[in-house]
């Protein structure tokens, strides 16, 4: 297995076990927008590996919808993450333009782009990343449009998040959390940017998304927990009253 592999099944497990361990969460209604997000983060993974992808393309029909699959995952992962984290990073103009009005009609811009591209193409034989046919303007801009929206949430939030992980009297939990959630986000950027102006990254176009997954999830799992002990602070507040009559 060499390092592209290891990273890509390395993320898949680390966002797969992480969205079980949110599932029983999501079950009580405690933040079932964080859980679908994760959840569509490792059917995103899962399907930017060719292992999975090939087998799974083969079974709808071989043609590439693996791929528009994937793609709709990581619309749907960019902003129900980003505007979990908005929220979490008291960002209501970041949350507004991520999943508020504007934000909901560049997502449905986005998404008819893609369709409307996708289906433009020649896609006869599954092609991980499709690229067998980079050559086609068409799928180059199919392409290029999957990393513009992610580029374009990641842009709005890394402001909020560096903020909060510099603020010094949030808890150390929270800044460690919205440090690595920052930081996956200049990875998403620089990835982004690096492939939209044809840069030859090599393997790094496998290291610095595959690793922002992780570093993203690590992040989002600080913040989560940190939430929970601030619930179970409070409602421990909320007791002491009642133990000390």
């Known amino acids: 297995m060499n390092i592209a592999s290891a990273i890509q099944f390395?993320?898949?497990?680390?966002?797969?076990?992480?969205?079980l361990v949110r599932l029983p969460l999501a079950v009580q209604g405690r933040?079932?927008?964080l859980f679908w997000g994760l959840a569509a983060t490792t059917v995103g993974v899962a399907?930017?590996?060719p292992s999975i992808y090939l087998p799974v393309d083969a079974l709808l029909g071989g043609e590439n919808h693996a791929n528009l699959i994937l793609r709709y995952a990581t619309y749907g992962v960019v902003a129900l993450i980003g505007g979990s984290a908005?929220?979490?990073f008291r960002a209501p103009q970041a949350q507004q333009i991520i999943l508020g009005l504007p934000g909901l009609v560049v997502l449905a811009a986005t998404v008819t782009a893609t369709t409307v591209l996708f289906s433009m193409?020649?896609?006869?034989?599954?092609?991980?990343?499709?690229?067998?046919?980079?050559h086609q303007e068409h799928v180059w801009a199919y392409s290029v449009l999957?990393?513009?929206?992610?580029?374009?949430?990641?842009?709005?939030?890394?402001?909020?998040?560096?903020r909060v992980a510099a603020t010094a009297g949030r808890p150390a939990l929270l800044r460690v959390g919205s440090a690595l959630i920052g930081v996956a986000l200049a990875e998403i950027l620089t990835w982004s940017v690096l492939w939209v102006t044809g840069r030859q990254t090599g393997v790094w176009d496998y290291i610095l998304p595959h690793s922002s997954v992780i570093v993203l999830t690590a992040g989002l799992a600080a913040v989560a927990f940190y939430g929970i002990a601030a619930k179970n602070k409070e409602k421990q507040s909320l007791l002491t009253p009642s133990y000390t009559r």
């Open 121 to 134: 193409g020649d896609l006869p034989v599954s092609s991980p990343g499709l690229n067998g046919y980079m």
């Open 86 to 88: 908005a929220a979490a």
């Open 10 to 19: 390395g993320a898949l497990a680390v966002v797969a076990v992480f969205t």
């Open 146 to 162: 999957g990393r513009i929206y992610p580029a374009y949430i990641a842009a709005c939030l890394i402001i909020p998040a560096f």
């Open 31 to 33: 933040n079932p927008m």
């Open 47 to 49: 399907l930017s590996i």
